[in-house]
């Protein structure tokens, strides 16, 4: 309505607090039919009491009935409309910021009072902080300017790994009232590793029946850049017998094929040196090479084939270290030296050969790094059975990890209320989150307080409580409380923190 005296009875004719009137008009301009919102305003109404003010509108109208029905009706249209606003901001999107890695510390990445919309000066007075997802502080708040730094160079290879994107995930909270908001930082990857082999030199062993259009496996290079700057194709030295193709693997690697163009002979040439060339795609590109020795050997009919591939197995994460895997098995039919096979990991990362170890004789694969549930839930294994005549045979073993529930729940406390009037309203005591590393039924958390206190736990945002005081205290009657948080995972492994709140006259 247009007349003050209705504006200010919206809260008290709906039974609301009626603080609520004031909010809505500093919020808001009413002029007519129409809502203007005010510049730089936070509306932070429970959205609920909306349905109520909303309904309190529509009823404080009198005159002509048709007259009141229009009226409801606009002043419904209004406050959807103002409804729709407060809906908008209960869960806005994450503020988004990019930057490159390897930046130098203390860069500037932005300028968070403007881009939150508070003011001058309000991030300071409500006490702002930033905290990271993975509680590392990487990033600075300057509460006076508003401005959000670099705490250190980022390394986005130690960060993420081969994962695209890597956003770092970050939060963004006030107090007076308590108040969220998420952000994510995109790292960009530069150019700053070549691809690297394996091994310095390959040697492989083609027989000399070998016929043209054979295709040979080789080692891939590893590069720890990703996307344009990561591993881009493969090259080899110019030669009349070989040429080399890049395969693009399901897991998006990209692996050399040696593919053979004429026919061999062991007595004219017995054997070959080649430079095989990794090249990514930088600007300009970065390479890395490794000498391909190829040995022509006597015929040898037959190759080792695995018994069973892919071979897949289950293994505890907190298996102790040396405990057998499993066993795998190759058969060649042929018969002395070109009939023994022997055993090894074929083009393994650095990860999986730290992790297994496989015996060259018996083929048993055996663990040789702890394992760990939250890093890593499975690893893909590629095999190898060689002969004596160099024939290989290739397989694969799928070793899926177990989660057990070795982590007990974790606390943080960002926020800490040391002493409270004993008049005080509801006040907020403490700000903590909570986190369980484990996965599945063994990372649930309840969270929970003794029911004889003064105080109330109130989930805030994700993994986030807020302890406030439940009504108002009195340090005559107990001048000091007690109070617990517990948090547990399903399965009763807990952790507790006690504090200690002193009531001031």
């Known amino acids: 309505t247009k007349s003050t005296p209705h504006r200010r009875s919206f809260a008290s004719s709906a039974g609301l607090p009626t603080s609520l009137d004031s909010d809505i008009l500093n919020d808001f301009k009413i002029k007519g039919n129409f809502v203007k919102i005010l510049p730089s305003k936070k509306s932070e109404f429970n959205t609920s009491g909306l349905f109520v003010v909303a309904e309190g509108i529509g009823c404080k109208h009198s005159g002509s009935n048709m007259e009141t029905l229009e009226r409801i009706q606009q002043n419904r249209q209004v406050m959807t409309f103002i409804l729709m606003v407060f809906l908008s901001q209960a869960h806005p999107a994450p503020i988004r910021y990019s930057v490159l890695e390897e930046t130098e510390s203390v860069s500037f990445i932005a300028h968070l009072t403007k881009d939150l919309g508070l003011g001058i000066g309000e991030l300071a007075a409500r006490s702002a902080q930033v905290v990271c997802d993975d509680d590392k502080q990487r990033l600075l708040l300057d509460r006076q300017t508003g401005d959000l730094l670099l705490r250190e160079k980022l390394d986005r290879e130690d960060l993420c790994g081969p994962v695209e994107p890597c956003v770092l995930h970050f939060q963004v909270f006030l107090e007076t009232p308590v108040q969220f908001f998420e952000g994510e930082l995109l790292i960009q990857d530069i150019n700053d590793h070549s691809p690297v082999f394996p091994n310095r030199e390959m040697l492989l062993k083609i027989p000399e029946n070998s016929q043209p259009g054979t295709v040979f496996p080789l080692k891939l290079a590893q590069d720890l850049d990703v996307g344009s700057n990561a591993l881009q194709k493969y090259t080899i030295s110019p030669n009349s017998h070989f040429h080399v193709v890049t395969r693009n693997h399901s897991e998006g690697k990209k692996y050399p094929d040696l593919v053979q163009d004429k026919a061999l002979d062991r007595e004219e040439q017995p054997e070959f040196s080649l430079t095989l060339m990794a090249l990514d795609g930088g600007s300009p590109p970065r390479s890395g090479t490794s000498m391909l020795r190829i040995l022509i050997m006597d015929v040898n ?95 694969t073993v799928v070793i899926e990890v177990v989660d057990v529930n070795d982590n007990a729940p974790e606390l943080t406390i960002p926020s800490l209320t040391c002493s409270i009037p004993e008049n005080a309203p509801e006040t907020v005591v403490s700000i903590f989150r909570i986190r369980d590393r484990d996965s599945g039924d063994n990372g649930r958390m309840v969270c929970s307080i003794p029911d004889n206190l003064p105080f109330i736990l109130k989930p805030t945002f994700k993994n986030f409580y807020t302890l406030v005081t439940e009504s108002p205290l009195d340090r005559e009657s107990r001048a000091e409380t007690q109070r617990e948080k517990l948090k547990e995972s399903p399965n009763c492994r807990s952790s507790f923190v006690r504090l200690s709140v002193v009531f001031g006259q």
Do not use: C, M, W
Not at 371 to 378: H, N, P, T, V
């Open 301 to 395: 009919d037959n190759a080792p084939e695995f018994v069973h591939t892919p071979y897949e197995v289950q293994v505890l994460e907190n298996s102790p270290l040396h405990s057998p895997i499993l066993t795998v098995l190759a058969r060649d039919v042929d018969a002395g030296n070109f009939g023994t096979v022997s055993y090894g990991l074929f083009q393994a990362s650095e990860e999986i050969k730290q992790t297994f170890s496989i015996n060259e004789v018996t083929g048993e694969i055996r663990l040789t790094k702890k394992l760990d549930f939250e890093q890593i839930k499975s690893y893909h294994v590629e095999i190898e059975a060689t002969d004596g005549g160099g024939l290989s045979g290739k397989g």
